[in-house]
Nanobody
Framework: QVQLVESGGGLVQAGGSLRLSCAAS????????MGWFRQAPGKEREPVAR????????YYADSVKGRFTIRREYANTTVYLQMNSLKPEDTAVYYC????????????WGQGTQVTVSS
């Protein structure tokens, strides 16, 4: 199994920045992609960003393109989500996700971290 621990959420004013971190442990050698999802109150969980180990390809939701950046460090076991120019509509619980070989999609989840953007 893979365990994911997120950190870095909090309260920020509109226009501000936050950086989320997700540290993976366990069978990290089986991971082939990591990403971030978010879930706002009353809404479904939606993908925000994804980073594939294969070629380093990335995906960003249209709503965050140009404002959010996903990157990895520490032998591919930690990913970061740099969030700039935050908007009130970015308010949500953000979840880290790890996709692994031999594990049914969507893979493993972290416990979530709250991001609140005030107007």
């Amino acid at each position: 199994q893979v365990q994911l621990v997120e950190s870095g959420g909090g309260l920020v004013q509109a226009g501000g920045s936050l950086r989320l971190s997700c540290a993976a442990s366990g069978r990290t050698s089986s991971m082939y992609a990591m990403g971030w999802f978010r879930q706002a109150p009353g809404k479904e969980r939606e993908p925000v960003a994804r980073l594939s180990w294969s070629g380093g390809s990335t995906y960003y939701a249209d709503s965050v393109k140009g404002r959010f950046t996903i990157r990895r460090e520490y032998a591919n076991t930690t990913v970061y989500l740099q969030m700039n120019s935050l908007k009130p509509e970015d308010t949500a619980v953000y979840y880290c996700n790890a996709e692994c070989r031999g594990v049914t999609s969507p893979g493993y989840w972290g416990q979530g971290t709250q991001v609140t953007v005030s107007s």
